[in-house]
């Protein structure tokens, strides 16, 4: 019998009145992945989430969580899980040891077990200074760290982090990703969602791109980004006229068909090694004058607009 | 261990975090200390002097008065708790744990209890310093403590109805004071309601608040009960029977999103 799955859903389904969050979502993970749950805002991840945490009931479809049916056995699924979320649920008025205790008796693990799990997740996570301390006295980056560090006080075999990083200054993310990435060592089954296609590339094998309720593609970070072509090489010339004498010099190197875009000679290419080398020779031997060169492999962004049409929005955020 | 221990554990852990904040915040404590002893002392001295109340002394009259009124407010933490919970995702934390889903309102509530024990026993000690006298049997008085927590039990639930149902803490805190104020001032807890004008007093003599005070008095003071304590624990028990109802409706709406 092949290992159980960790999470499995068929045919997902919620509306809230005429706005469909989710239009039949059918999701397989694997036990021990970190599995990333990619897309914009409004996608349906976080209604995909509070399904498959017994936080609310699909209309229609089936999941199950740890091997429970989360309609079915919600109890059961609540003892397997983990789950922190956009916001850092943990309780201002008491101080991070105390948040981790409380967490802990609520799993019922035991006065003594409680204390001791939350002086070793303190410990874990960078916080054993502050853990007297009062939340309302924390950064974000701690705040996000202490509620990371609830999600984990059972150690959980399935563990659910809706958009973790989200408003966090970058180096609270790298801080945070760090983290992730040793619990992952551990062999801990992650749903991670994100609407950053870094933090899904740099933490997930699997990603299913999630757009308007649907999964609209799945694979590995490499497999998506293959759908979108592989490196290229990106050409600007000293004189944008001279394109298509560039293409004529550069086609025996490419592995398709090169063309221009944006005012650039863009050269797909089936290696990188020595690439830039042979394309700087062969213009120089056609007398093209080249400005800039380089080999760009595709990112996730460009993975998603290719996908939706649309660009994301940290990549609209960062154009603006 | 099995499920009703976990239960009642689960609720002993809610509660106790929800006490553990007033001491931490300078105006809760403020409110559950400094507050109800200044009341009693500004009505003693301020307006006892114009206000006749009969062949009872005023501070007599006034103390199981303003105590009612201070169960009555007793749980307004409970509001405020349940509305931030709600806005800052701690419900969703505690719903995906497995625990006993109520405990997230009854270990507030069973703070709210805990407060108001010692809501009572502050506000006796100041009212016995100004001159507050006992003038019942032990029993009458064991009877009216119990009364006034269970008034404060009852309350506790429309207070948790306010804090499920408002956008934010703050706004929980306003619904409370400007529904809740003016009723318990419309009654018998600080002045004697033939005192009001003639429209007003029907109003004060149907208030609640007015069985409540009327029973509280009964039991501490020894003035005539009529039907006033039985009357006063009917009117709990229909408090908490439609409030609890409401408060599991919202409690269900506001998480089923």
Not at chain 1, 101 to 130: N, P
Not at chain 1, 259 to 281: C, L
């Amino acid at each position: 019998m092949p290992p159980e799955l960790a999470v499995e859903t068929t045919g997902l389904r919620k509306s809230y009145g005429d706005v469909q969050a989710l239009g039949g979502v059918d999701l397989r993970i694997d036990p021990g992945m970190v599995f990333g749950l990619l897309g914009p805002n409004g996608a349906g991840k976080t209604t995909a989430v509070r399904i498959l945490t017994t936080l609310l009931q699909p209309d229609e479809g089936s999941a199950r969580v740890a091997g429970f049916d989360v309609v079915r056995e919600p109890a059961r699924v609540r003892e397997h899980i983990g789950l922190a979320g956009q916001y850092a649920a943990v309780d201002e008025n008491l101080t991070g040891f105390e948040n981790l205790e409380m967490v802990g008796a609520l799993y019922h693990l035991g006065r003594r077990a409680a204390r001791r799990r939350a002086g070793e997740l303190l410990a874990d996570f960078d916080l054993t200074d502050a853990g007297g301390r009062l939340v309302r006295t924390y950064s974000g980056g701690m705040r996000r760290r202490l509620d990371l560090a609830a999600a984990l006080v059972a150690r959980p075999p399935v563990l659910f982090l809706d958009e973790p990083t989200t408003g966090l200054d970058i180096r609270s993310r790298l801080g945070l990703w760090d983290a992730m990435e040793a619990l992952v060592a551990g062999g801990t089954t992650v749903l991670l969602t994100t609407q950053y296609l870094d933090e899904a590339d740099r933490l997930a094998e699997r990603i299913a791109v999630i757009d308007q309720g649907l999964v609209i593609a799945e694979g590995s970070p490499n497999e998506l980004k293959m759908q979108v072509g592989g490196d290229r090489l990106e050409i600007h010339l000293c004189d944008g006229q001279r394109g298509e004498e560039a293409i004529a010099a550069l086609t025996s190197i490419a592995s398709d068909r090169p063309f221009i875009e944006n005012g650039s000679v863009s050269v797909p290419v089936a290696q990188r090694r020595g690439t830039i080398a042979d394309a700087v020779r062969r213009l120089d031997d056609a007398g093209i004058a080249i400005d800039d060169i380089s080999v760009r492999t595709p990112t996730l962004d460009d993975v998603f607009l290719n996908l939706t049409g649309r660009a994301t929005e940290q990549a609209e955020e960062e154009a603006a | 261990m099995t499920a009703i221990q976990y239960a009642v554990s689960d609720t002993f852990v809610l509660a106790k975090r929800s006490l553990k904040r007033i001491p931490r915040q300078p105006d809760l404590l403020v409110g559950f200390t400094i507050q109800p002893i200044m009341f009693v002392l500004l009505f003693v001295y301020v307006f006892g002097g114009a206000i006749d109340t009969g062949p009872l002394d005023y501070v007599d009259f006034l103390i199981p008065g303003i105590i009612v009124q201070s169960m009555v407010f007793g749980g307004f933490v409970t509001a405020l708790g349940l509305a931030e919970d709600l806005k800052k995702g701690l419900i969703d934390r505690f719903r995906s744990l497995p625990m006993w889903g109520p405990a997230v309102v009854a270990g507030r509530i069973l703070a709210d209890v805990g407060t108001n024990v010692i809501q009572l026993v502050i506000m006796f000690g100041v009212g016995i310093a100004v001159g507050f006298r006992f003038n019942s049997s032990v029993p009458e008085i064991i009877a009216g403590l119990a009364l006034l927590l269970f008034i404060g039990y009852a309350f506790s639930w429309v207070f948790a109805f306010i804090g499920l149902s408002a956008s934010s803490p703050e706004a929980s805190n306003a619904y409370g004071f400007t529904i809740l104020f003016p009723l318990t001032f419309i009654s018998s807890a600080f002045v004697p309601v033939e005192t009001m004008p003639d429209w007003l007093q029907p109003i004060a003599e149907h208030n609640p608040f007015t069985t409540m005070v009327d029973a509280a008095r009964a039991l501490f003071v020894g003035t005539e009960a009529g039907n006033d304590v039985w009357a006063a624990v009917a009117w709990s028990v229909a408090i908490i029977a439609v409030f609890s109802m409401l408060s599991v409706w919202r409690y269900r709406r506001a998480v089923g999103r």
